[in-house]
């Protein structure tokens, strides 16, 4: 069934993995986990050490040397100063700074920092197929702390949008979100969404249970199973929201663009919601209103 897709991963935790590990690396999602979709590995390098590239599919059976399943990677850094030498250029990312590395280019990850300096990061490998052209230099990017990438309207600083689903041929959405206000249950109707927790507690419902997620928990929320989400902590939670497929952000854009009808009082109507979600196969319950 769909809902045993379900898990929340704590801090540190990983998912099985098909081959030895490097030093420092956790699976947080396998590619057995997302039915193929993608796979995100939480990788840590000290000192002088080579930080892994595209550890997820090495360890979790994606082939990417085999051209009908080129993969996109994209690297989030937590922490430290990480060097990613792309074209002869070397670019320095900290904190909250991405860069999306699609396949057919060649990279390089390095840890810039001193001897007893780390690097923490989140690696996201993609696969897709030959028809999605993933070998174009140009889809390659690097976004500083705070940036997002152009869409079709500006959003607040609470949905930074970090790669759009055009960024990555279809395969998925990254956003870095505060949760700021309870989500209603709703149903994601082809795509998987996974949190991972930067800060503050996120109360989540599934299935008949409540679970929190704290700092660096993971959860994977498969597609077709209703669930809600809120806020656990003051300040709110911060977090950072995958989609595959992609197209989270166009729900986003298009509730921001109604948002004056969508939601009063810091509460959101699902008739209202619904009526813009639907056209990306995201529905929301709404109340049954008995007739006396």
């Known amino acids: ?122 690696q996201l ?25 152009p869409g079709r309207i500006a959003v607040p600083p609470a949905f930074g949008i970090k790669a759009r689903t055009t960024d990555t041929a279809g395969r998925f959405s990254f956003l870095e979100v505060t949760v700021a206000q309870p989500i209603p249950r709703h149903t994601h109707h082809e795509a998987d969404e996974c949190i991972y927790v930067l800060d503050g507690e996120l109360h989540i419902e599934f299935d008949g249970r409540v679970h929190t997620a704290g700092r660096g928990q993971f959860v994977l929320l498969p597609h077709g199973v209703p669930h809600a989400i809120r806020p656990g902590s003051t300040p709110p939670p911060r977090v950072l929201q995958i989609s595959s497929p992609g197209g989270w952000e166009c729900v986003v854009e298009t509730l921001i663009e109604h948002r004056a009808e969508v939601g009063k009082a810091g509460r959101f109507d699902p008739a209202a919601l619904n009526r813009y979600t639907r056209q990306y196969h995201v529905t929301y319950e709404e109340e049954v209103r008995e007739e006396g």
């Open 125 to 149: 490998t993609a696969p897709g197929d030959r028809s999605d052209d993933p070998g174009d230099p140009r889809r390659c990017y690097v976004l500083d702390r705070g940036a997002v990438r």
């Open 1 to 122: 069934m769909s809902k045993d897709r379900f898990f929340l991963l704590d801090a540190n935790a990983s998912r099985a993995a098909h081959a030895p590990l490097p030093p420092g690396a956790t699976i947080k999602a396998g590619s057995g986990d997302t039915q193929g979709r993608f796979s995100l590995t939480e990788v840590r390098g000290k000192g002088g050490n080579g930080i892994p590239t595209q550890v997820a599919p090495a360890a979790d059976e994606f082939t990417t040397h085999d051209p009908t399943h080129p993969s996109d990677t994209f690297i989030y850094v937590l922490d430290g100063d990480l060097g990613i030498d792309v074209d002869g250029r070397t670019h320095h990312l900290t904190s909250g700074m991405c860069a999306l590395l699609p396949s057919g280019v060649d990279h390089a990850l390095r840890n810039l920092g001193g001897a007893d300096s780390l690097v923490h990061t989140l």
